[in-house]
């Protein structure tokens, strides 16, 4: 049976797209599971992470606005399957709000594909909006992406709050937290010392012992539309990634 994990943060530019590919494609790569990424945000920076520089005529956004067949938005590439979005996704939540069972849309998009992989992962939008409450919601666990900086906790505990235990209370019951992973630390930085002292004392266990460190490689792999082990497999965001990816194994998370 396909895990589902959805990939979240209310705060942008905190490195969950560069997780959700790398990841992905470190399970897929090392631990040999059939992975499908899913791009659910409208800036659609997954997207062109995976080599997708030019607008796709099908997207996520024809599968939640006109009831486009998941199937037939997949693009498939070595590593990994990628469902791609576009600019028009942004628009898409509002007119999810007047429709029944709106919360639901994306969980019934990926079940005619399930069966196909292993690990689905989802990339959510730096909101929490419709959008991730549809990933949530159709989700076996999430990931919460944290930078490593001084204000990353704050939100934090409004995201398990008011995000995370209305869906278990309301869509979702069986819905893991699977854990916090730090981004982007420095280790030159105290004050990132001290951010991840912070966090691992408000959330011990939660919070993955893999840190991801700065790396520039990372950035430049994103440009260039590759993973970082096509990439750069030497480098010390491959490295970190490859060792989240077992982290994962490790806590059952598939
Ligand atoms: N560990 C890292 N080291 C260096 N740059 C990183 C790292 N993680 C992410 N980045 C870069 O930071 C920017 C934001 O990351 P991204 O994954 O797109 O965040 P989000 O999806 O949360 O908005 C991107 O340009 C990305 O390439
Ligand atoms: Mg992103």
Redesign the pocket.
């Known amino acids: 049976m396909s895990k589902i994990i959805s990939i979240i ?1 209310h ?9 959700a590919i790398n990841l992905g494609a470190a399970l897929s790569l090392f631990h040999k599971k059939k992975v499908l990424l899913i791009d659910l945000d409208g800036q659609a ?1 997954l997207t062109t992470h995976c080599g997708v520089f030019t607008e796709p005529e099908n997207s996520i956004f024809e599968v939640l606005y006109s009831s486009l067949p998941m199937k037939d938005a997949i693009l498939s590439f070595p590593t990994f399957d990628l469902v791609p979005s576009k600019l028009d996704l942004s628009g898409v939540e509002i007119s999810l709000v007047n429709r029944p069972a709106r919360e639901m849309a994306v969980k019934k998009a990926i079940k005619t594909v399930s069966d196909n992989y292993d690990l689905i992962l989802i ?1 959510c939008p ?1 909101a929490l909006g419709l959008l991730t409450f549809n990933a949530l919601t159709a989700s076996d666990a999430f990931i919460i ?1 944290m930078q490593t900086e001084f204000f990353a906790l704050h939100g934090l505990s409004r995201i398990l709050t008011e995000v995370v235990d209305v869906v278990r209370d309301n869509l979702n019951e069986k819905l893991v937290f699977a854990g916090i992973v730090a ?2 630390f420095d280790k030159r930085r105290a004050l990132h010392g001290d951010a991840l002292e912070k966090a691992r004392e408000n959330y011990g266990d939660e919070m993955f012992s893999t840190v ?5 490689s ?2 430049d792999a ?1 440009a260039d539309g590759k993973h970082i082990f096509d990439y750069e497999p030497t480098s010390r ?1 491959a490295i970190d990634y490859k060792s989240l990816a077992k982290e994962c194994i490790k806590r059952n998370l598939l």
């Open positions: 943060n705060k942008g530019g905190v490195g969950k797209t560069t997780t920076n990339d730096p992406a981004t982007m991801i460190r700065i790396n520039s990372l950035s994103s965001g």
